[in-house]
């Protein structure tokens, strides 16, 4: 059952349609409606769906894939005052009410030794920033230097030429006979009929479509292309989408645009695989961490290699970080815009420690980071074209719009990955993700560098080249960070020296290099 919406934090700036896009030459400009739609900023937003709260088992103990285990936790929550909403059974997470305070009905939950985890029902919230749109280039692929009339009254953006991430020059390289590798995107969902999505929508193979059965033994009935995990159904469609009276469906649709545009249809736009070896696995939830733990367990079950996590909040979830710790594969996560520093301000799940999470700034069209887009010296991995990203859209199946945001700069590093392992299936998910980070190109100054770990902009070339020599910046001067925990001191240093002894020093937290 849809639970009530309250915003969450898609990272992305509202677009406005326009017309297919041709990267090589301008189009005619189109006037269209703009899609204005107001959200909170973070801080604002509700926490966590009022009294909603998570609970996990020790398997050991209480065992919900049982009638025992059932029967156990019945008694408890009921002993407890609670009422049960649903359970994730594959996860040994039970989701119930409370009629009471969540705080002191997580505290005597916390007690009772049948319980690993208990957390509020968290909000994975929404953050839009109003932009309206006209037609435009795919400079994020291919940047020749374009300018861009984009806004109303029209705004000229004029780019770098190879500020980019190079995709012409690494498909001059990309081979028929590479593998196909799924991308699972839990957002909105996904236009399915988009003229220049629906060839690349990921494809069950082991359900037959309309039998009513689950042939595949999944717990999913009839799930041919993904799920609806916030309607429970088989039809993950990018819908309306109402947070409050707003509508915030089409983020999903745009997003899997970008990871899976058909490429040489002889319209719109292009994915980043020019042999469309890159397929959209759509997950739609309902903004809330019950439903994005059932989505990442889908897509660990079901084939996925990567994850897009255009998504967040400030609240840490420990049922958020095992569930993505047990993937086997990358978990790509916008950074945030709010243009501050995650070091200070953590996103979640960016911010996780995990170590299969690449977090990902905005860059835009001069190798700068986009000025809304959250950055970490230590807790954000790379950037990647966020700004003026023109993708497909899901109020028709030849719509097409512009937008901004670190929701749209994750997808080319989620993209870029899968085609990293297309080429070779047999990478480790270390190895993808440092190959990743290691191999994109300076960012445009040093200051711009010293605001991401990598200090790099991602190049999708040098990703797939086997022969790239790895050169770091000749002009930077590396230098180490430190934090103390105790006292909220800093140190920046740039001798090797002193970095070996402060290392030595239990006080201080090594958080990273950056330029000068």
């Known amino acids: ?29 189109n006037e269209l409606k703009i899609k204005n739609i107001p959200f909170k900023k973070t801080t604002e937003n509700e926490k966590y769906e009022d009294g909603e709260i998570l609970i996990k088992y020790k398997k050991s103990k209480i ?27 594959n996860l040994n997470i039970r989701l119930v009410k409370t009629n009471g305070s ?26 839009l920033i109003p932009n309206d749109t006209y037609f435009g280039f795919q400079w994020g692929p291919h940047n020749t230097g374009q300018t861009l009339e984009i806004g109303n009254p ?34 909105t969902g996904a236009r399915l009929t988009h003229e220049d999505l629906s060839a690349n929508i990921w494809a069950n ?29 088989n039809n993950p469609n990018d819908a309306q989408f109402l947070v409050g009276s707003d509508d915030i469906s089409g983020h999903g649709t745009f997003i899997s645009g970008i990871i899976g545009g058909a490429s040489g249809n002889g319209r719109g736009i292009s994915g980043i695989s020019s042999k469309n070896k890159i397929k959209v696995m759509p997950l739609r939830f309902d903004l809330y961490l019950s439903s994005e733990l059932e989505a990442i367990d889908y897509a660990k079950n079901n084939g996925a290699k990567v994850i897009n996590a255009s998504f967040g909040s400030l609240y840490f979830s420990q049922l958020e970080k095992d ?61 990647a074209p966020g700004e003026n990203i023109a993708s497909i859209y899901n109020d028709a199946d030849n719509s097409y719009v512009y937008g901004d945001g670190t929701s749209f700069a994750s997808p080319f590093i989620a993209s870029s990955a899968a085609m990293l392992w297309s080429k070779n299936p047999s990478y480790s ?32 070339k040098n990703l797939l080249d086997d022969s790239h020599i ?38 201080w937290k090594y958080e990273g290099i950056m330029f000068y």
Request: net charge negative; charged share 25%.
């Open 1 to 29: 059952m849809p639970h009530k919406k309250i915003p969450m934090t898609f990272f992305l700036l509202t677009a406005m349609l326009f017309f297919s896009i041709s990267p090589a030459t301008a189009a005619t400009k």
């Open 63 to 89: 065992n919900l894939n049982e009638k025992s285990g059932k029967d156990k936790a019945n008694v408890l929550e009921i002993s407890k005052g609670l009422q049960k909403i649903r359970d994730l059974e």
């Open 102 to 127: 969540v705080e002191e009905s997580l505290s005597e939950l916390k007690k009772k030794d049948e319980i690993e985890i208990a957390e509020p029902n968290y909000a994975r919230n929404p953050l």
């Open 154 to 187: 029209l705004v000229q953006y004029t780019g770098s030429a190879d500020a980019d991430i190079d995709a012409p020059e690494a498909w001059d390289g990309e081979s028929v006979l590479n593998s196909e590798v799924t991308v699972a995107v839990i957002d």
């Open 205 to 233: 193979p082991e359900e037959i479509a309309d039998n009513g059965l689950d042939d595949d033994s999944n717990g999913y009935i009839d799930d041919m292309r993904g799920w609806d995990f916030n309607d429970n159904d």
């Open 323 to 383: 569930a993505i710790d047990s993937f086997p594969g990358l978990f790509v996560a916008a950074a945030g815009n709010e243009g501050v520093d995650n070091d200070s301000t953590p996103q979640y799940p960016c911010s996780l420690s995990s170590s299969n999470i690449i977090c990902v700034a905005s860059s835009d069209q001069n190798d700068n980071l986009s000025s809304f887009s959250n950055y970490g010296a230590s807790s954000v991995d790379i950037a």
């Open 429 to 460: 998910v270390s190895e993808v993700k440092n190959k990743l980070i290691s191999t994109g190109d300076n960012m445009k100054s040093c200051v711009e560098a010293g605001r991401i770990s990598s200090g790099k902009r991602l190049n999708l």
């Open 470 to 507: 790895l050169i770091s910046s000749s002009v930077c001067t590396p230098a180490y960070r430190f934090y103390n925990p105790r006292n909220g001191d800093r140190l920046i240093t740039t001798s090797e020296s002193e970095k070996t002894k402060v290392l030595n020093m239990s006080d």
